[in-house]
């Protein structure tokens, strides 16, 4: 048998910070009660789940209350149990400005990071991303605003999201140091970042994926619009490993050499605690190109 693929150890970001190989997103973190949040966040960083993700947009969804609302609510479980930050590595984004839709000015971003530092209580954010790319921004305005947030302490590391290849190139190019993650959609249904070469880049540059989605949405839970040899293929492998669909889900995102972070965003603690099974699952290179060709339903060549 070959050697298992996923990697159970954590992923860097940048010299100093790090994320366990599952992250804990806050897209769905909409919930009144903050002792319910604290335990749904004490609950993932004791699972190893050490990297807190949000957004400022983060509360127009799921039941939320409206811009800003679920970084308001983590500043909140961070007032209630401030011992909560040394634990983890805090990331926000931002750049989305509803109905605009987007604005990586410089006046723009420098407000929203501030605006971020201040509902979430905290004195400097770790890793701070462009949540989606500006077309009417230059990327060497965006690279000195976020200089500028960094040299001022208020950002530790930078990264991107949603970005095509070149968007992520053209901004590189104009920082003066790299840029520490790249957080695409990735799951068993969503190959694009496999083929499009934004895990290629990540490679080349030493830059940790951060997948979104890595559930597809909780389609691959329920199974609703899922090619059925996928869920077939997946079913089985589960089956083998002693996990759930949703566990082998995880591991398969985990398994590409880029090593993916594979964020979740389950409201249910117990659904965190079983996730973390992911990183013990074995796969190798039979059971991933299985899943491969299950989801783009023909055989590699």
Same mark, same amino acid.
């Given at each position: ?47 190893? /789940? ?21 970084? *308001?609510?983590?500043?909140?479980? /961070? ?20 109905p605009t839709p987007y604005d990586s000015s410089e006046a723009y971003l420098t407000e929203a990071c501030e605006a971020s530092l201040d509902r979430l ?19 060497? *305005? ?26 992520? #190139? ?63 293929? /997946?079913?089985? /492998?589960? #089956? ?25 965003g389950t409201q249910n603690p117990d659904r965190i605690a079983s996730a973390a099974a992911a990183s013990s699952v074995h796969l190798d290179r039979n #059971? ?7 989801? *783009? ?5």
């Open positions: 048998m070959h050697s298992g693929l996923v990697d159970p150890s954590d992923r860097p970001l940048g010299p100093d910070l790090s994320s366990g190989p599952l992250a804990y997103g806050c897209w769905r973190f909409t919930t009144s009660d903050v002792s319910a949040a604290q335990s749904l966040i004490d609950t993932a960083l004791d699972n190893g /789940l050490t990297l807190v993700d949000t957004a400022d947009v983060y509360g127009f969804d799921w039941g939320g209350t409206g811009f800003g609302a679920n970084e *308001e609510l983590l500043g909140k479980v /961070l007032a209630q149990a401030p011992g909560l930050r040394d634990r983890m590595t805090l990331a926000t984004k931002g750049g989305i400005v509803p209580g905290v004195d400097v954010i770790d890793l701070y991303m462009i949540h989606r790319p500006d077309l009417f921004t230059h990327p060497a *305005e965006v690279a000195a605003t976020l200089t500028s947030l960094r040299d001022a302490g208020k950002i530790r590391e930078v990264g991107v999201s949603n970005f095509t290849v070149d968007q992520y #190139d053209a901004l590189a190019a104009h920082l003066p140091f790299p840029m520490v993650a790249n957080q695409p959609e990735l799951s068993a249904a969503h190959l694009d970042p496999v083929r499009d070469g934004t895990l290629d880049r990540c490679m080349r540059d030493g830059v940790t994926p951060l997948a979104w989605s890595p559930l597809g949405g909780g389609s691959l839970v329920s199974g609703e619009g899922v090619r059925p040899d996928l869920l077939t293929t /997946l079913d089985r /492998l589960a #089956d083998r490993e002693g996990v759930d669909r949703a566990t082998l889900a995880l591991a398969f995102v985990m398994a590409h050499p880029s090593r993916p972070v594979a964020i979740i #059971d991933v190109y299985d899943i491969v060709e299950a989801s *783009e339903g023909v055989p590699l060549p």
